[in-house]
């Protein structure tokens, strides 16, 4: 149980992840869009311009190529017999065990973006809350998802 989690999420997942990062960009650029053209209007100060563009231009490193690999390389996971450990996080790295005998369902989803990706997300659902695993290959998250469902089972059956 030392060191982290072994498994990863596929690698498809920087696809969608960037994909998200240009749809928040479009909504940037059209609000600076507005801005500027407010500041052009009403004779507004000029050099406020150069700096949307240089905001919006280091938005778009940050959100569509920098976050996304950054949160590839932190998110893993492992289900083992008695728990199920997973760590995610950009600059904070989280790592959180959830005991068999505490999960009562698992779901997957996969909304159209995902799905085009042939990937899908695993929510392992507890009294207390819910935890997601992000962005796998559909045969993998389906196999994870019988497979944790099978586990918590034998974990409440044990007790």
Known sequence: MNGEPRKRISERALSVWRIYGMIGLAVSFIVFAAIIILIIVFDGPKWIIPM?????????????FFIPALRWRRWRYEVREQEIEI?????????????????QHVDSSQGPLLKKYRLASVTISTAATVHEIPALDEEEAEELRYSISRLARVADEDV
């Open 52 to 64: 949307l563009i240089i905001v919006l231009i280091g938005e778009g490193y940050f959100f569509i």
């Open 87 to 103: 760590q995610k996080g950009l600059f904070v790295v989280k790592r959180t065990l959830i005991p068999m005998i505490r999960v």
